[in-house]
């Protein structure tokens, strides 16, 4: 299973959102660090899900941090996160 689907399962199970868009955008950082050849990366994350809404920028960026979990973040050089409620 690619990270891209990895992440879109963690994320839809843990959230249920109404928006999830996931794009690997590995290949424009070509050359620089953390790239790899083969990408998976680099990701752009763009979710809206009814769970985030309480909470701060910071606790929604947490919350996904702990949805995707330690083995999964330490497969991803970067990761762009663009969350709202």
Do not use: C, K, Y
């Amino acid at each position: 299973m690619s990270i891209s689907a990895e992440i879109r399962d963690r994320l839809e199970a843990a959230f249920a959102p109404r928006v999830l868009e996931v794009q690997d955008d590995s290949e424009s950082h070509r050359g620089h660090g953390g790239w790899r050849e083969g990408g998976q990366t680099h990701f752009n994350v763009v979710m809206r899900a009814a769970a985030l809404a309480p909470l701060s920028r910071l606790a929604r960026h947490r919350a996904v941090h702990a949805a995707l979990g330690p083995d999964l973040v330490g497969r991803i050089h970067a990761l762009a996160l663009d969350l709202d409620g």
